[in-house]
């Protein structure tokens, strides 16, 4: 079979390549990869920045001008048009991914409402790429709502849980 589009192309967003490159990553203990061929790239980056892919993936992506993600915290105000929502806080999602409440299908949740949290309390897991991310609170206070399902797909910067702050 001939192609019409001309040169076959490699596609550099290819989940098993994607995951090599995570695995070399952990392996030479790499903080960031940026690849580029052609007119696409990818970037992967480790630590406090979670996995990002850049130049058109269907993955979580973002801008590597944006800051890196973080709940508000108390000494952070909400946005002033958040009526009624004085002295509360959001965890949000830091990657696209799977929302899970419990580390398995058997365990309870790591939060429930009425909960009270510390900023190194481990509130859900984001699961991107088959790997399970434990996301932190990043903040204190009593759990007020939840504001996903387990199982739900979330996007990057999506509102988890609604805090009221300490």
């Not at 490699?10 to 903080?31: C, N, P, Q, T, Y």
């Not at 009425?114 to 984001?126: F, K, L, M, P």
């Amino acid at each position: 079979m001939a192609s019409g589009e001309g040169s076959s192309q490699v596609d550099v967003f290819d989940v098993r390549k994607v995951r090599r490159l995570v695995e070399l990553m952990k392996e030479h203990e790499l903080a960031e990869i940026d690849l580029k061929q052609a007119d696409q790239r990818i970037r992967l980056r480790r630590g406090q920045d979670p996995m990002i892919l850049a130049g058109g993936a269907a993955a979580p992506t973002r801008p590597p001008t944006e800051a890196a993600p973080q709940a508000v915290s108390e000494s952070e105000p909400p946005p002033a048009d958040a009526s009624g929502d004085a002295g509360m806080a959001y965890i949000t999602s830091p990657m696209v991914g799977t929302f899970y409440s419990s580390s398995s299908p058997e365990a309870g949740p790591f939060v429930k409402t009425g909960d009270q949290v510390g900023a190194d309390t481990v509130v859900c897991i984001v699961e991107a790429m088959k790997v399970f991310n434990e996301i932190p609170a990043e903040c204190s206070g009593k759990i007020v709502a939840m504001l996903v399902e387990n199982g739900d797909a979330v996007e990057f910067g999506q509102k988890l849980f609604k805090v009221e702050a300490n």
